[in-house]
Each structure stands twice: as C-alpha cells, then as structure tokens.
C-alpha cells in the first residue's frame, strides 16, 4: 500500500535534521510580554480562525508584523465575558483576527493593556511541534542511550533499567526476566503496559489516518533512513518491549516497576529493583489490540514484523477467550501508577482491532453485541477508557465484510452529536478549551484530555468533512500553546514562557516537547513546580493525544525528486 512513498524517505530524513535544528518556536524572553494578552503562540494555518483572549478591560486591538513593524490589522474586542467562577473568575474580552491570512510573524497589541508573546502565520507552523512532541518519545526510550539538541542544549542519558526485571511478585519466584526496552511511563520510570496500550493506539491511529502527510517526516532517529517512516520506527521501540510483557500463555503483565516513587536522578543511576507485577486482562486485552493494529499497519514495510505482531495478538487473544471473567492485577507489592481499570473498554476495542486486521467473524459478532452498549466519550481516549479507539475502528474501516448498518448508523450519529458539541464548547469557551469551564473538567491531566478530544473531532472530521471539527482541533492546540489563563504555552521547549520545572526525573533543563498535566481541580491550580506532580507531570498517554491532534495539521516540506 505504501512502499512508493516510503523510497522517498532517504531525502526527506535530510529535510528533517533541518527542521532540528529550526528556530522558528524558539522560547521568546518573557520581557515586554503582558501575560493578560493571551494567544497562541505557536501560530495558525492561514485560512483559519485566529483569537486572543485579554483579561482586562479593553476594546481596541491591532496585530503588528514583527519584521517590519507594521500593523497590519485593526480591530475591536468582542462584548466582554464573564467566565464562572469554577474556571478562573475572570472577566475576559475576545480579539478576533481571523482575516489576517498573510503569512509571517505578529504579535498582538491591546489598547491600554500591552502586547502579546510573538507567534507565525504559515501553512506549516505545526511541523516542528509536531516533530518535538513525537521525539519526546524517543528521548523517554528506555535500556539505551538517548540524546539530542533543541534551542542549543544538548539533552542525554546513558543507557538505563538494563536489569529489568525480576518475577518475585507475580508469584514465578525471585526469576529474572528480559523486560529491557520500552519508554519510560512519565516522569517516572516505571513501565505500564495498559498506558502504554492508550499511547500506541492513538499513535497508531494518527497514522493510519494521517500516513499520507507524515510518512515524509523525520524524526533524527537511530534507525532514521532504514526504509520505515519514523513515527513507526519510534513506536516499534515500544512494541518490541510489549513483546517482553507477554507470557508464553498470553497472559500479559501489567507492568514492570520499582516498588515505589522514592528514586529521583538520571535514570542511569536508578539502581532500585524492579519488578514485574500479576498480569490482568485489561492489559491482555491491550495487547490483542496493540498487536492486531501493528500488524496491518508494519505489514507494508516489514512482513516479518507484521507476523509476529498478528501471532502475538492471538495468543493473547486465546488468552481472554478462556477468561471471560475480569481479573483485576494485583498491585499490593507496589506503591507506583496503578492504571488499574474496568476491562470492557479494552475488551472492546481488542475485538475491533482483531477484526479489522483479520477479518474473524467471531471478533465482529463480540464487537457488535458488546459495542451496543456504547457511545462515543467527551473526553476522548483515555488510560482508563478505550472505547473510543474501538468504535472509530468500527467505523473508520475499510475492511469489505460487512458490517450492522443499524451500528454504523448509531454509532455514527453519537461521534456526530459528540463531535457537534465539543467544537461547540470550544468555540464558546473564552480559552477555546473543549472541555469547557465546569468544576468537574479540571482533573488529573486535563490537559491530555483537551488533547485527546480531538481524536472525536478528526475521527468525525475523516468521515464526515466540516471546517467546525477542524477549527476545534486548531482551538485545543491553541489552548494548550498559550490561549490560557496563564497566556504560557504547556509543552516544554515550545511557544511562549513555557514549563521550565515539570515533575520529571530526569531534571533541568525541562527536556523538550513535554505537554504538562495541567490545572485541577480549578483552572487557576497549575504550579510550574518539580514538586508537583498532580499538575506538572509529562506522560506518554498525554504526548500520544498531543502528537494524534497535530498529525491532522503537519505539511510535509515539498519533496524534490
Ligand atoms: O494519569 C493518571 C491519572 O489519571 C491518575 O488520576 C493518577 C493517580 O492515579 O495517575 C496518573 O498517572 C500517573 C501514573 O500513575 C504514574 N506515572 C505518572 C502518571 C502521570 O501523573
Ligand atoms: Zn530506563
């Protein structure tokens, strides 16, 4: 299906060791800045809708070019709005400037109030975020040696965890076992495979929607130029650790950690035990569909590999046929992440994926009868939640044997309903946040959240093209790159005033392309603190939900042949 596309990977494995080294989101110096002109700092595409939100009283605005101090654009805030007092008790005034669609670099100057951080119009301004946030992965691999340079500091660990693990917990005896490999979970070590499951499903899922725009991108890798598009050689890191996590019986641990959080330092160092835990089926299940997804999506570029992703996804597969019953892991040995959740969601969604790999009858009837009890979710996939990656497998299909027309309609009508209402809250929010501003959207990780609504708007944006899901994408990575209370972008290494001190063991200089946890429970409890790990923690299922929202946005460079 994609080989013509892949020969060109060569050239374009040069274009990206450019875009490395490219400084167009360098860190703006907070000076001059007035932080209550909030605005993306990142940029927009041309055609699309532009805004900034001021917290102060106002009414006229211009947008300048930076290059040639002109301005370019005069207009007058929106009537001013009142946020309620569960999100940040703020009065706030809109600045639309959408018509401004020349490409080039501006800022935004309020009347009486001061001026924005400095931010791109251009077709590709989200090509290097893009590319930052996916080698974020990299940079979190695990039993190697990782290293890199962004904004002229070079970032680098040793190889570390080479003694992973031992068996003592799952009841095996003090055994060794290979678990080497894999990314670290967050800013913590450990490894967890049913968050690993929620990552890989959703960096999958950009690729086998976005292939076509991504495949061309490189990410500076040690296998860059092998043959195979990068973001699958970054994801084959993690795949190739899964392997290690499954039992000969198809059984599947559910993760391999310290038995606490008390190591902090670079992971070279770390030299606390760790160990594997009791399997469960919800991490079983992951695997069933982690391995079914890879499989057709390797099988162009590596056969081989395809193979032992499918064997894998059976074998695990059997597994669950014989335990319909829930089991829960045993986590008491340990004081790390838990992931611990219901196993339905998960069940579901490795029904999805087998069928659509293999075409089982038996995997569709599951699907369809268990799938009647679901609809699509506001906040998008989740660790805890998959069934979102179920249902857009359901439907975004391309399998020939046919499927419940009743389901499909169902099932199509909720992502419509789902997708209508999220880019309706974005557009309403005074942020543009898509969860919206009520007490219970500020939670654990919120901001992974807004990312992963996305995966909503772009499943429904495939199937059903409308300007609103795309502009409600555009609105969350607006959010998250400066449209916000704090006017700072919340991804490491990227956009204005970004986090500089995120929970991550790995130290200071925050390490880049990081999205941060967020505030919870109010819009005002973010603290860019290392201590603060309920707010300013970076995480694989965040980044995943970040890279899915970009791939709807990235331009390849053009590709001279
Ligand atoms: O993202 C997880 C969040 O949903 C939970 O409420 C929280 C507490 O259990 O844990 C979060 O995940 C953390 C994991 O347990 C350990 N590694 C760091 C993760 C991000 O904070
Ligand atoms: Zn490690």
């Not at 989101?25 to 900034?52: C, H, L, Q, Y």
């Not at 399997?279 to 499989?295: E, F, L, Q, R």
């Not at 501003?437 to 059903?464: C, E, M, S």
């Amino acid at each position: 299906m994609f080989p013509a596309r892949f020969s060109r990977l060569p050239i374009l494995g040069a274009c990206a060791a450019l875009l490395m080294g490219c400084t167009a989101v360098a860190v703006d110096p907070p000076a001059g800045v007035d932080t209550r002109v909030r605005v993306n700092t990142i940029g927009f595409p041309p055609g699309a809708e532009k805004r900034a939100t001021v917290a102060a009283d106002c009414r006229k605005f211009s947008v300048r070019d930076v290059k040639t101090g002109r301005v370019v654009f005069r207009g007058t805030v929106g009537p001013a709005s009142v946020t309620p007092k569960s999100d940040t008790d703020e009065t706030v005034h809109v600045a639309d400037f959408s018509a401004l669609t020349t490409p080039g670099r501006y800022r935004v100057e309020v009347a009486g109030v001061g001026r924005s951080a400095d931010f791109t119009i251009g077709t590709d301004v989200w090509n290097v975020p893009f590319i930052a946030v996916m080698r974020a992965f990299y940079l979190w691999r695990c039993g190697t040696a990782v290293a890199g340079d962004w904004n002229g500091r070079h970032y680098a660990h040793a190889a570390c965890h080479l003694d992973d693990g031992w068996l003592d917990p799952t009841g095996e005896g003090h055994v060794h076992r290979d678990g080497t490999g894999g990314w670290h979970d967050a800013g913590d070590y450990n490894k967890y495979v049913v968050n690993a499951a929620v990552t890989v499903g959703l960096l999958l899922r950009a690729w086998e929607q976005y292939h076509d725009s991504l495949a061309p991108i490189g990410l500076h890798l040690p296998e860059s130029g092998n043959g195979t598009p990068d973001l699958l050689n970054e994801v084959r890191w993690e795949l190739e650790w899964l392997f290690k996590m499954q039992r000969p019986d198809g059984r599947v641990y559910h993760k391999l950690s310290s038995t606490d959080f008390r190591y902090w330092g670079p992971p070279e160092d770390d030299k606390d035990p760790r160990y594997f835990s009791p399997w469960g089926t919800a991490a079983t299940a992951d695997m069933v569909a982690m391995m079914a997804v890879a499989s057709r999506v390797y099988w162009p570029c590596d056969p081989a590999f395809a193979d032992r992703c499918l064997a894998a996804a059976r074998l695990s597969r059997a597994c669950l046929a014989a335990r319909p019953e829930e089991v829960r892991p045993d986590l008491r040995a340990f004081h790390t992440g838990a992931y611990d959740s219901a196993d339905a969601t998960h069940r579901l969604w490795a029904d999805a994926e087998f069928w659509e790999t293999t075409g089982d009858p038996v995997a569709l009837q599951e699907f369809e009868q268990h799938a009647a009890g679901f609809s699509f979710s506001w906040e998008g996939p989740s660790w805890r939640d998959v069934r979102d990656l179920a249902l857009g497998t359901y439907l975004l299909s391309r399998h020939p044997k046919p499927r419940d027309p009743g389901l499909v309609g169902r099932l199509t009508a909720s992502l419509l309903t789902q997708a209508d209402a999220i880019a309706a809250v974005a557009k309403k929010n005074a942020y543009g946040r898509p969860l919206g501003d009520k007490p219970r959207t500020f939670f654990w990780g919120d901001n992974g959240a807004v990312a992963a609504q996305t995966y909503i708007l772009q499943v429904a944006n495939t199937l059903h093209r409308e300007q609103r899901y795309r502009e409600g994408t555009l609105s969350a990575l607006a959010y998250l790159c400066g449209r916000n209370y704090y006017g700072r972008s919340y991804v490491t290494g990227l956009g204005f005033n970004p986090p500089e001190h995120p929970h991550d063991r790995r130290g200071e200089p925050a390490w880049p392309g990081y999205l941060v946890g967020g505030p919870w429970p109010d819009g005002r409890a973010w603290h860019d603190d290392w201590r603060d790990f309920r707010t300013n923690e970076v995480a694989l299922n965040w980044n995943a939900a970040l890279v899915y929202a970009l791939a709807g946005f990235v331009h390849p460079p053009a590709v001279r042949e």
